[in-house]
């Protein structure tokens, strides 16, 4: 699969799968494609040569939680949590009571009548999470969502990450920049080359399937982030 | 309270200019035909105020005519631009026609097709103040953050609910300003097209002038000032109550 | 208190004197450059020793606050517009009064059939008319404007009037309904000194400042404008062109008709009997009476001040 922009390769040569289920985080230095892969397979782009395909494949089956929360500042969390919902002509009962509902997920229920202005950036965006939760999909794709919080606040929604992995049954495709997060977090580790060069490293994580804070000093950790830092090291 | 003592600095200046003007007038620095001392503007207002009441009720209503038509049209334009590339390398050149047109040039015209009355002013007021309207809501919605943008198109959302639900609410900041810009242009449209159609504050000031009652010409203007001022405020009081609570603009 | 006077002063005339070269005269018009101007651009400045610039003007220039406040040494304004400045402390002097009596009319269209302008003002219909000038409020006096519909003056642009039958408009006699007979209309005008206001038109003034500190400047100027209405008198054709070229919205034959038409407003008896430009005591006298009654001014200036005959 590639993809193109205009002159620029983004992607070149990429075959990936995925199976159902699975966490896999996407790694890579800055411009090697990861957003963009993000975004193909969330249908937002399409790829110039080869496809995507996603088996079954079912409408509004897939979320995407976006680098910063991008909540609409006019409408309070629980508007902001329902929207998807609200696109897709849910109606006002349903679609508040599975924003509620999601929004306890997140444990951000106390807050539903506030607006974004007045939140934290970590309390925006577990009502990011929140709203990609309300349609219960099948992916969820997220793209470096952590990436401006302060580390307390990271660990926590990590955590909380993997626990609703966990509970639902989810596919999620995590892309970010920090390896201890990728390796923390999946099953499954993709290094992408530089610049679009494909796929560097594909590596199945031997980590226990009940992630905690004390595996963040566990060796075992250590081990794997090795692995992953000098498949990113090398040229 | 508060508000109240805020508003004090504003009033300084004003305050001090206006008694230096009295000063200047009264002791022959500045001739009073030339300047008028402000005792006297305030005797033309109070002498004339029947007059003046009657022409400041007839601008603001073409003002305010001329303002509303041209927020409704503006946004509408500008919706309509907004909706492809194309389009707006079409049209938009000849919007940028409604900034750049001298209305004293064409108010003429505006004679011609609409006579002499409150049209030829509602449609002056019109044509001066409807392009803040469309660039700034234009651009409004055409700055739609991608993201978002993104977020709609992955749920199925269609064009027009993305763009009532979307691009417009988060346009309303820069609309806002454009209004802002309008409302005051909306208030020398009247005006001049007032002069050239005769009635309101505009044709006072143009019989004053023609008598040389320099008073009596700064009363009106000062209550044409007011009365863009007026104008302001309420849209100031619009935005505070729609985006008090979202927007960083009307916070803290 | 003198002395800060005197530095103001001094400085207010420095700062009157900059933006200009020294010695230069400043002549401000109160309309584009046509035929009523004709014998000022015509004068022979140079040969009387004057560095004169004329300054067109149009619609609404403040030519009497110009000469007040300096910024020009000699302005055109009508003699009632002088009357009220000089009644509210704006020392301003009439030199040369072109027009010996008042051009100002009222054009109809003859089709309406009409034999007054009191006819006029009873039958309904639009009357364009700058509503503060002292004729018009004498007109509202004499004969009420409830009948027809009052809008400003549309300035030497007759669309209007061309386009409705029903509409009147405020001209000089001899220039727009000539223009208005080009294209096609038939007009008849009422005179507005058929109501007895008369004032002299498009007078030479000056400031009494200037003429008190520049006497022989200002009396060179009179002879050199004296000379310059014979001259065009005589033969307009020369300076026409001239004023065709700085005014080309009105066309190069009713120029022409237009200098004709008017020398009987200029070149009248008392004229020839007392020179071009000459003035009297008891039409000043007249005309401050005729202003008073209207309400014009409050305090009556004195006549001889109004004018002066160099």
């Not at chain 1, 193109?4 to 790694?27: R, S």
């Not at chain 3, 009297?280 to 209207?294: D, F, H, M, N, P």
């Amino acid at each position: 699969m590639r993809k193109a922009f205009d002159q620029l390769v983004v992607i070149e040569g990429m075959d990936l799968e995925i199976a159902a289920g699975e966490f896999v985080a996407i790694l890579g230095p800055s411009g090697c494609g990861k957003s963009t892969l993000l975004r193909m397979i969330a249908r937002l782009a399409e790829p110039t040569v080869g496809h995507i395909s996603i088996q079954p494949e079912e409408r509004f089956q897939t979320a995407f939680v976006f680098q910063d929360a991008h909540l609409l500042p006019w409408r309070t969390v629980l508007d902001n949590a329902a929207l998807p919902l609200e696109l897709m002509g849910v109606a006002r009962e349903a679609r508040y009571s599975a924003a509620r509902a999601a929004l306890e997920q997140v444990s951000l229920f106390e807050a539903e009548d506030r607006y974004p202005a007045q939140l934290s950036g970590g309390m925006k965006m577990r009502v990011s999470l929140a709203r990609a939760l309300v349609t219960q999909p099948r992916l969820l794709l997220l793209d470096e969502p952590f990436a401006a919080l302060d580390e307390i606040t990271r660990f926590r929604l990590d955590t909380q990450l993997r626990e609703l992995w966990q509970t639902r049954g989810i596919t999620v495709i995590f892309v970010t920049h920090s390896i201890s997060e990728a390796t923390f977090l999946a099953n499954r580790a993709v290094v992408l080359q530089k610049r679009g060069g494909g796929i560097k490293l594909d590596r199945r994580l031997d980590l226990p399937v009940d992630r905690n804070d004390e595996l963040r000093v566990d060796p075992r950790l250590a081990r794997e982030m090795r692995a992953l830092l000098s498949a990113m090291e090398e040229e | 309270m508060r508000r109240l003592r805020s508003a004090i600095p504003a009033l300084i200046p004003l305050v001090v200019v206006t008694a230096a003007a009295e000063l200047a007038v009264r002791y022959g620095l500045v001739k009073s035909y030339l300047v008028p001392a402000p005792s006297s503007v305030l005797r033309a207002m109070i002498e004339s105020r029947v007059e003046l009441l009657g022409a400041l009720l007839t601008t603001s209503t073409s003002a305010l005519v001329g303002f509303l038509l041209s927020t409704v049209a503006g946004i509408a334009i500008a919706v309509f631009l907004s909706s492809s590339r194309a389009i707006q390398r079409a049209f938009y050149p000849y919007a940028v026609f409604f900034q750049t047109v001298p209305i004293i040039a064409i108010a003429p015209l505006l004679v011609i097709w609409f006579g002499y009355g409150m049209r030829t002013v509602v449609a002056s007021a019109f044509v001066v103040s409807i392009f803040p309207v469309i660039a700034n809501t234009l651009s409004g919605i055409l700055s739609t953050e991608p993201a978002l943008r993104d977020l709609f198109r992955l749920y199925g959302a269609s064009t027009p609910v993305t763009l009532w639900k979307l691009r417009f609410p988060a346009a309303l900041p820069q609309i806002l300003t454009g209004l802002r810009v309008a409302s005051g242009l909306a208030v020398i449209g009247a005006i001049v097209g007032e002069f050239i159609g005769g009635q309101g504050l505009g044709s006072v000031v143009d019989v004053a002038r023609t008598q040389q009652r320099v008073d009596k010409v700064f009363a009106a203007v000062l209550l044409a000032s007011v009365l863009g001022l007026a104008l302001f405020g309420l849209i100031n009081l619009v935005s505070y109550v729609t985006l008090r609570r979202w927007h960083q603009s009307e916070q803290a | 208190m003198n002395r800060r006077h005197f530095v103001l002063a001094g400085s207010a005339a420095l700062l009157a004197a900059c933006g200009k070269s020294p010695g230069k005269i400043r002549l401000a018009l109160n309309w584009k450059p046509d035929p009523q101007f004709g014998g000022f651009y015509a004068a022979p400045y140079q040969s009387h020793g004057l560095d004169v610039e004329i300054l067109p003007g149009g619609a609404g220039t403040p030519t009497i606050q110009m000469v007040g406040a300096g910024s020009a040494e000699f302005g055109v304004v009508s003699a009632d517009e002088l009357v009220i400045a000089r009644s509210q402390g704006n020392d301003v002097v009439a030199l040369f009064a072109v027009f010996q009596n008042n051009p100002q009319g009222i054009m109809v269209h003859a089709s309406r059939k009409l034999n007054s302008l009191g006819d006029l003002l009873k039958s309904g219909g639009t009357v364009a008319l700058q509503r503060g000038l002292p004729y018009a409020r004498l007109l509202e006096k004499q004969f009420g404007f409830e009948k027809v519909k009052i809008v400003p003056s549309p300035g030497g642009d007759i669309s209007a009037f061309l386009a409705d039958k029903n509409f009147a408009q405020q001209c000089f006699i001899m220039s727009e309904p000539l223009t208005a007979k080009h294209q096609g209309a038939d007009v008849q005008v009422f005179p507005v000194s058929e109501t007895g206001y008369n004032p002299y038109t498009t007078v030479l003034t000056t400031s009494g400042d200037f003429l008190r500190k520049n006497p022989d400047r200002a009396k060179a100027m009179v002879a050199a404008v004296r000379e310059g209405w014979r001259a065009y008198l005589d033969d307009p054709k020369p300076t026409d062109q001239r004023m065709n070229q700085l005014n080309p919205s009105m066309a190069p034959e009713v120029f022409a008709e237009v200098a004709e038409a008017q020398k009987p407003f200029i070149e009248t008896d008392e004229a020839r009997r007392n020179g071009l430009g000459s003035m009297t005591k008891e039409r000043w006298e007249a005309l401050i009476a005729q202003l008073k009654g209207l309400g014009d001014i409050q305090k009556a200036p004195a006549a001889e001040e109004c004018y002066r005959a160099l």
